[in-house]
Nanobody
Framework: QVQLVESGGGSVQAGGSLRLSCAAS????????MGWFRQTPGQEREFVAS???????MYAESVKGRFTCSRDNAKNTLYLKMNSLSLEDTAVYYC?????????????????WGQGTQVTVSS
């Protein structure tokens, strides 16, 4: 089992940047495929990025080229660097972990979730 805690959210103007962090507890962080999702009120949780154990890091089309997902297994931490933020990126961002080696984009395929961190982009 792994526990996840996100941080780094906040308010930023359009065009700005933020870096989210997801700190994982336990000694087995390196054995999980990790992902970032986001959700706005009344909407389904939306895939943002996935850092699988096997294969390349995957991104949603809407964030490709602007967001970078990385992980530091020594620090048990997952990151999401977000550049060129737009109003449409406003959401609660969630970190997730799945007990599998491959990329998945469905929230249903992830086993553990953080509590979320709010990102608000203003004009």
């Amino acid at each position: 089992q792994v526990q996840l805690v996100e941080s780094g959210g906040g308010s930023v103007q359009a065009g700005g940047s933020l870096r989210l962090s997801c700190a994982a507890s336990g000694r087995t962080f390196s054995s999980y495929t990790m992902g970032w999702f986001r959700q706005t009120p009344g909407q389904e949780r939306e895939f943002v990025a996935s850092f699988p154990l096997i294969g390349a890091t995957m991104y949603a089309e809407s964030v490709k080229g602007r967001f970078t997902c990385s992980r530091d297994n020594a620090k048990n931490t997952l990151y999401l660097k977000m550049n060129s933020l737009s109003l449409e990126d406003t959401a609660v961002y969630y970190c997730a972990a799945r007990q599998g080696r491959y990329y998945r984009h469905s929230a249903n395929d992830y086993d553990y979730w953080g509590q979320g961190t709010q990102v608000t982009v203003s004009s």
